[in-house]
């Protein structure tokens, strides 16, 4: 009983790299793929962060193989409420609401568009509203309405 067994594998620059199998304190395990030394998927992407199952589960952080990332709420391994999703190749990000994978509902904005190595052809535009002092009276004077 001097040794045991915590890694079993591939290694690579120090850090466990391709197929490998992760023994955890009280008979938990992982087997499968390694990408510098986080467990990772075959598509060549990256998830960091908290695992149910054998799936991400809880909070955490998907770097996929064309360096886009999403971090935020996993369940059964899909994403699963509050979460941003960077597209880091086209210089914009999504923040909002996830389930089952599926974005909800959320805010679509650039996001370093300028560095951006494929950014889309026209920036998000600014929305403003043409008068908000008349907007802000309008519902001012709904809610007196609604009082008498």
């Given at each position: 009983k001097e040794y045991r067994k915590?890694?079993?594998?591939?290694?690579?620059?120090?850090?466990?790299?391709?197929?490998?199998v992760c023994f955890h304190?009280?008979?938990?395990?992982?087997?499968?793929?390694?990408?510098?030394?986080?467990?990772?998927?075959?598509?060549?992407?990256?998830?960091e962060g908290e695992w149910l199952a054998d799936r991400p589960n809880g909070q955490g952080l998907l770097l996929l193989s064309n360096e886009?990332?999403?971090?935020?709420g996993?369940?059964?391994g899909k994403k699963h409420g509050p979460g941003r999703f960077f597209?880091?190749?086209?210089?914009?990000?999504?923040?909002?609401?996830?389930?089952a994978d599926i974005p909800k509902c959320g805010i679509l904005?650039?996001?370093?568009?300028?560095?951006?190595p494929a950014p889309t052809q026209y920036p998000i535009?600014?929305?403003?509203l043409a008068d908000p002092e008349g907007v802000l009276a309008e519902a001012w004077a709904l809610l007196d309405d609604s009082h008498n």
């Open positions: 915590v890694y079993a594998g591939w290694w690579e620059n120090d850090q466990r790299s391709g197929h490998g304190p009280g008979g938990e395990r992982y087997e499968g793929e390694w990408s510098h030394g986080v467990r990772s998927r075959r598509d060549g992407s990256v998830y886009n990332l999403y971090e935020g996993w369940k059964d597209y880091l190749d086209k210089g914009q990000l999504l923040e909002g609401i996830w389930a904005m650039d996001f370093n568009r300028d560095e951006a535009p600014k929305l403003e």
